[in-house]
Every structure is written in structure tokens, then in C-alpha cells.
């Protein structure tokens, strides 16, 4: 007994001595890494451009990252990387230093250091580093930057935001070489000098300006004692008005049904005897000081147009303060629209803005009389609306945060960051389908359609990552043809793409049958969704845009595809074939298919691609945007003249995420120039290739203008908001306002005399 008794003290000693060594070898490791992470707080990190236009060709840009050590341990040459988001294009054979920035997917890069790398207190090290394109912008700097420390096996340990961090300003010197001239104080002097004030009754009441004012002397008074009388099924706008009313006075105004006239009446009518052919929206105020205040329309939607204008009336300091009383002119105004499709285009994917936003924006739409609301709802950095049947598309597509596998969640982009958190940034967010529904009422009270948009089959990486996410989930419980019934990949495809946001994994493969069962779920839940709201759904908005060349090449599933469907010849013919089965699956559902202009085009728009009519005049509505690049100037009219409806959306004059000017202070994007509230403003429907500006050069054929049979093909014109640039509903708004008041003044008011010039 005494030897097992040893032998068992020996063996504890043994034991307790290994357990000792153990937390030992624990605790250094956990104490290295704290260590890195500890230095990684105390790592400065500061930008830098030093050149533009570069290289033979004039088509690069040279920057440099600088990383300073603060504290007061060293960082060492491995266990850690930076990781950042930068929208330009970084050579990775071109980095100099002692540290390597690799690409990882869209605008994601990390910088890794290279032995023999240690970084001593108060040391700096820069790497310099090159790229493709020009950077004149001080919000183009590299964004969103985190540290990642790591374990010796390579897991990850710790996750540490760059808090102290400088991006040095962009001088006008540096944007010269891309630019002829950048705005300065001097110039911007000499361009307003011949600037001057207008008579007050040469300048129009209301915004955009009324078909016809007649003011009739005096003035009238809105005070508590307002009553407003208002026909049947006018009770929403009577309502509407009431409220607004009743905020400005701080009163509480009454509505009744039935007719009234005469001081203190506010009343709203329905006449009939509208023009049928007139455009919907169409009225007639008058206001006098002995018959009160009337609005006549053919339509609620009229009444509610010349409730804005009679709103717009409305002095605005009233709008600050409340008032007691509030004068407006005596007047009568004739007014209608010139185009039935007055829109604009909101992009809650790229950065997010939820409902309390997209209300703003909806009110301010109102105002100047737009009505329709283009949601883009879905892009390759996040997927927005909630979808019953497919949860992961908001558990996983609409959240970013740090990874590299898109797991859990997607990939940081435009400077969203390490953290998924919606609180954390502007990355992650979705609305849910009471948060829809509830958006849908609000615009339709304003009479404002809202158009969904899911972008296939390019730009879908969300949904992609999204529909992998659920395989991967059924595939492990053993239900594999419940996990193969959404998938949106071919797994064995080895084509080579980059997109033209330089992601290299965001296209649906159209050759399994997956995609179009994906398409109709999705579409089925949000017409659900529409009628619970109560609110029509008309039509959805495919996207169907930069669908990337290479895409689907290389594809096993394509490849035999092909082989079967004698009516497709090649990779070339994918993107029209998908079209065409998504206008037939909502042509099945009485509803009209939308998207950008590349549906319309031969090819999906690669290289010298003609007008495509096999869709016209099929319930498809095209959106004509790039009339910048060479062959496209005239691309809205050749479509328009093809019988396809168009909606004007040119770049050039409508993109309102662009930057008003070239100054580098000022934000925005300019791929397509820049876009202030007069770019907007002189914009020409039925008439853009005039002299008044500039929409690119063709330098292949003659302008081809629009046919005066198509005329009738332009539905209208539409704002655009992409949100790459934009954090957040202040910024949201310095983008849009007040350019909306050039885009409001063109799709609503007369043709103007210099636009026939």
C-alpha cells in the first residue's frame, strides 16, 4: 500500500508540475498577445497622396501609409495586419516598404508587415503604394481602418479600431494635373458678378414653377378659426392638410365632408371635366379673400399637388414658429405635370439609412411634386428588406463586420468597419416588414410609388453569401435538396471577373433553375407585403446592370446549360435569356419589369452592343444612366426610338452622389463629372445633345436623336442617390438638397424655350 501510495504522490507531482507549465505556456502566449494588442492601441496611422496622373499613360496614382508607434512597446513583425477600406484600385506588385497590402475583395485591402519588420517606440515606417485612376477627393482616403492580432496557430485574438488617424488633405495642385482648373474663392467671385436679383413678380410663388399664376391683389389670412370641407374620397388629403395646417398655426383645424366656400373655408373638389389625356396630378388653386381657399382637381392626386402649393405659399419663417396668423397671396394657379414619372432613386445597400430617413426624404419628395420612389434595396454590400422564407438574406446579407469568409456576416465596406453592429456604422441595418409596410403607407399617402429594386444578376454578392450561408445551414442537417433549392453559385465555377466595384464573386448564375425560384420568393413575400399594406405594387426593378465580362465562362453548370438550350449560343446570350424569364415570371403576376439600361442592350451591354428590341413593348421600363462613356451619349433616346419606355437617369446631370465641384474639400464622387442644383436644373429631357452642356464625346458616330414618335416613350426623368459616399441622413441630405430642386423644376414645369434652342 505504501508503494501505490507513492507511486500516486508521484504521479500528482507529475501532473501538477505539467498543469504548472501549461498555464505558464497559456499565460505568455495570452500575454504576447495582449501585448501586441495593447501596442496596436497606441499605433498612429496617417495617409498621404503624393502623386496624380502618373505613369506613361497618365493613369495612376502614388499614395503612402505611414504607421508611427506612440507607446511604449515595440510591435512586432508579425501576429497582427491592418485592415482598411480604400476605393481605388492598389497594384499589389507596387508596394514599396517594408510591409504588403494585399486585396481581398470590392474596396477591402490589408496591410501585412514583411520580416524584418519591428516597429520601436516612437519609430515611423511608410509604405508607398500605387494604383490605377486619379484621386481628387479628401474623402477617397483609405477608410473604416482596424488591426487584427493573432494566435501562433493563425486564429484571430483581438480586433483593435484605429482611433488616432490622419488623412492628409488633397491640395488644388494635386488635383490639377486631372483637372483644367479647381473652384477657388477668386473664381467662384467672378462666375456669380453677373449674378443679380430678379423682380419679385418675375420669380414664381412655388417651386417648380406653375404652368399659369394669376395674382388677383391682397392677400388672405390662415388663422385657428380655418375649416376644411373636402368631396368624398378626398378624406386622406383633407386630413394630410389638416395636420400641416394645424403645425403651423399650433391650432387645431377641422375637416368635414361636403362642399363650402367662402372666407375661413379651405375647400378640396373633385371636377371631372379634367382633360382625359391631361397627365394625373393636374389642378387649380385659387385663393380670395371672399370665396376662401379652393383646390380643384380630376384626381386625389391632383388635389394633394395643390396642397403642396399652397403650402409652399406659406411664408417659411412660419415653418420655424408657429404663428397665430399666416398671410399667403391672393392668386389662381393652373398647373400640371409634364412627364408622368417624376422620380427618385435611393440607395440603402452600399451605406444604410433606416425609415425615420426614408420618411424625410419621402416628405421633401412631396413637396416639390415627385412621385416616385425608386428603392434600391439590395446591391453586392448589403441586402435590406426582410424576407420571410429566406432569413439569412437579413441575418447574414445585411450586416458587415470583419471577416474574411463572409460567413456570419459580409466584408467591411466604404469604411463600415470591424463590428456587424448596426450601431457601429452604417454598414449593417434592414428594414423589417412592418418597417416596409410602414413606408409603404407613408408614400402612399404622399402619393409617391414606391419602386423595389433587387439587383441580379450582377451586383448580388449579398444575396450570394446570403443563399450560401442557408446551404451550408441545411447541408448540415441532412436536408440537402432543401439546401440546393435557393443556392445562387455554381461550385465549380472557375471564371475569372472582376466587377466594376472590383468584386471578383457577386454574380448569380443564371443556368440553375435555384436563381429564378430565388427571384419569385422574393418577389411573392414583398407583393405580400404590399397588399398587407394596403398599397399597389406595380413594378419591380431587376437591376441587371455591370454585369462584369468573364462571368459564367468558366461554368460547368453554364457550359451544359448551353448544350441543352439550343436558343443560347454562348455566355454571350445569359443575360438576355435571364430577362426574358423574369419578364415572363411577372408578367404572370400582372406586374411590369424594370431595370437599368444593359437589359435593353445586345450582350448585356459588352463592347459595341445595339439595342436589343426582343423585350420592347413587352412591360419593360429601361433606365438610361451612362451617357458618359464613349457610344452611350444617345444610348436613352436609340432605346427610347427602339419602343422600350424609358426614364431618363443620365449620370452626367442626375447622379446626385457626385460632387458639386472639383474642390478636393468638397465630398462626392466624380466618375461622371460633377452635379450641382444647376446641372440639374439645365438638364434637357427631349433635347441633351444642346450646347448648353457637355455630356461626353461619341468620336464613333453622329448623335443619334430622339424620333418624334418616341417622344411618347420618355415616361419622365429621375434623381439618383448611390450611398458610397454618404454616412448617415445629414449627409444623406446635403447630397439631395437642393439639387431636387433642379430635377422637381425639369420633370414637372413647361418645356422651356431654351430647350428647343
Not at 212 to 228: F, M, N, Q, W
Not at 277 to 304: H, M
Request: aromatic content about 10%; hydrophobic content about 35%; charged content about 25%.
Amino acid at each position: 500500500m505504501e508503494g501505490i501510495e507513492s507511486g500516486m504522490n508521484f504521479t500528482s507531482c507529475i501532473m501538477n508540475a505539467l498543469l504548472v507549465c501549461f498555464l505558464a505556456s497559456a499565460y505568455l502566449l495570452t500575454g504576447c498577445q495582449q501585448k501586441t494588442a495593447s501596442v496596436t492601441e497606441q499605433v498612429a496611422v496617417t495617409w498621404e497622396l503624393l502623386d496624380n496622373e502618373m505613369g506613361p499613360e497618365n493613369d495612376r496614382y502614388r499614395a503612402a501609409l505611414t504607421l508611427e508607434n506612440r507607446g511604449e512597446t515595440a510591435l512586432p513583425g508579425d501576429g497582427w495586419a491592418l485592415f482598411f477600406n480604400f476605393r481605388h484600385h492598389i497594384d499589389e506588385t507596387r508596394t514599396s516598404g517594408i510591409a504588403d497590402i494585399t486585396f481581398i475583395n470590392g474596396d477591402f485591402y490589408r496591410l501585412s508587415p514583411v520580416a524584418p519588420f519591428e516597429l520601436t517606440p516612437g519609430v515611423s515606417v511608410t509604405i508607398q503604394y500605387e494604383g490605377r485612376g486619379d484621386i481628387i477627393k479628401n474623402d477617397r482616403a483609405p477608410q473604416g481602418l482596424y488591426f487584427v492580432t493573432y494566435e501562433e496557430q493563425g486564429m484571430q485574438a483581438d480586433t483593435t479600431v484605429v482611433t488616432d488617424y490622419t488623412a492628409r488633405p488633397i491640395t488644388n495642385e494635386q488635383v490639377l494635373p486631372v483637372l483644367s482648373s479647381v473652384p477657388r474663392a477668386e473664381s467662384r467671385f467672378a462666375e456669380n458678378t453677373g449674378v443679380t436679383n430678379r423682380a419679385r413678380e418675375k420669380v414664381p410663388p412655388v417651386l417648380p414653377t406653375p404652368r399659369g399664376v394669376e395674382y388677383t391683389g391682397g392677400s388672405v389670412i390662415l388663422d385657428a378659426g380655418i375649416r376644411i370641407h373636402h368631396d368624398a374620397g378626398l378624406q386622406g388629403e383633407a386630413e394630410y392638410l389638416a395636420e400641416r395646417v394645424n403645425g403651423l398655426l399650433n391650432a387645431g383645424v377641422e375637416t368635414a365632408q361636403g362642399s363650402g366656400d367662402g372666407a375661413g373655408i379651405i375647400s378640396l373638389t373633385l371636377d371631372e371635366q379634367v382633360p382625359a389625356d391631361a397627365v394625373s396630378g393636374s389642378y387649380q388653386l385659387q385663393i380670395s379673400r371672399e370665396n376662401g381657399i379652393s383646390i380643384t382637381a380630376g384626381d386625389s392626386t391632383g388635389v394633394f399637388y395643390g396642397i403642396q402649393s399652397l403650402l409652399a405659399l406659406v411664408p417659411p419663417e412660419s415653418y420655424s414658429t408657429p404663428k397665430s396668423e399666416i398671410n399667403i397671396p391672393a392668386l389662381v394657379m393652373d398647373d400640371r405635370p409634364r412627364f408622368p414619372y417624376r422620380g427618385m432613386h435611393l440607395d440603402v445597400s452600399r451605406n444604410f439609412n433606416d425609415k425615420q430617413a426614408v420618411f424625410k426624404t419621402l416628405d421633401l419628395m412631396a413637396f416639390y411634386k415627385l412621385n416616385k420612389l425608386h428603392f434600391h434595396l439590395t446591391d453586392d454590400e448589403g441586402w435590406r428588406l426582410q424576407i420571410e422564407e429566406l432569413p439569412e438574406l437579413t441575418e447574414v446579407g445585411a450586416h458587415r463586420g470583419h471577416t474574411l469568409t463572409d460567413e456570419r456576416h459580409l466584408q467591411p465596406a466604404y469604411g463600415s468597419g470591424p463590428y456587424p453592429d448596426p450601431d457601429s456604422s452604417y454598414g449593417s441595418g434592414f428594414y423589417t416588414r412592418a418597417d416596409y409596410k410602414e413606408i409603404l403607407r407613408y408614400a402612399h399617402e404622399r402619393h409617391i410609388e414606391v419602386i423595389p429594386e433587387f439587383d441580379v444578376p450582377g451586383h448580388a454578392r449579398a444575396a450570394i453569401k446570403a443563399m450560401e450561408a442557408r446551404y451550408r445551414r441545411l447541408a448540415a442537417e441532412d436536408r440537402p435538396m432543401e439546401a440546393e433549392a435557393y443556392r445562387l453559385v455554381d461550385p465549380e465555377d472557375q471564371s475569372v471577373y472582376l466587377s466594376a466595384q472590383e468584386f471578383n464573386d457577386n454574380v448569380i448564375c443564371v443556368c440553375r433553375e435555384s436563381a429564378y425560384r430565388f427571384f419569385e420568393t422574393v418577389v411573392d413575400d414583398v407583393a405580400e407585403m404590399h397588399e398587407e399594406a394596403g398599397v399597389p405594387l406595380n413594378t419591380i426593378h431587376m437591376g441587371g446592370d455591370e454585369v462584369p465580362q468573364g462571368a459564367w465562362e468558366q461554368s460547368p453548370m453554364c457550359t451544359e446549360f448551353i448544350r441543352q438550350h439550343s436558343a443560347v449560343e454562348g455566355v454571350g446570350d445569359l443575360p438576355n435569356y435571364f430577362v426574358g424569364r423574369l419578364a415572363e415570371l411577372l408578367d404572370g403576376r400582372d406586374l411590369t419589369l424594370a431595370g437599368w439600361q444593359e437589359i435593353a442592350l445586345q450582350g448585356g451591354g459588352h463592347g459595341e452592343s445595339g439595342v436589343d428590341p426582343s423585350f420592347s413593348g413587352n412591360r419593360v421600363t429601361i433606365y438610361s444612366w451612362d451617357n458618359f462613356t464613349a457610344g452611350n451619349r444617345d444610348l436613352g433616346y436609340r432605346v427610347a426610338n427602339a419602343g422600350f419606355p424609358v426614364v431618363l437617369s443620365n449620370a452626367t446631370n442626375l447622379y446626385f452622389e457626385l460632387a458639386y465641384s472639383g474642390d478636393p474639400t468638397e465630398p462626392g464622387d466624380y466618375f461622371a463629372g460633377f452635379v450641382d442644383t444647376r446641372r440639374a436644373f439645365e438638364f434637357m429631357p427631349m433635347n441633351f445633345n444642346d450646347p448648353l452642356h457637355e455630356t461626353g464625346t461619341d468620336g464613333e458616330s453622329a448623335f443619334v436623336e430622339l424620333e418624334p414618335s418616341a417622344e411618347q416613350n420618355i415616361l419622365g426623368m429621375q434623381g439618383h442617390l448611390w450611398s458610397e459616399p454618404i454616412k448617415g441622413p445629414d449627409s444623406l441630405e446635403y447630397f439631395y438638397a437642393p439639387k431636387i430642386l433642379g430635377l422637381a423644376e425639369r420633370a414637372w414645369s413647361d418645356r422651356p424655350s431654351w430647350e428647343t434652342m
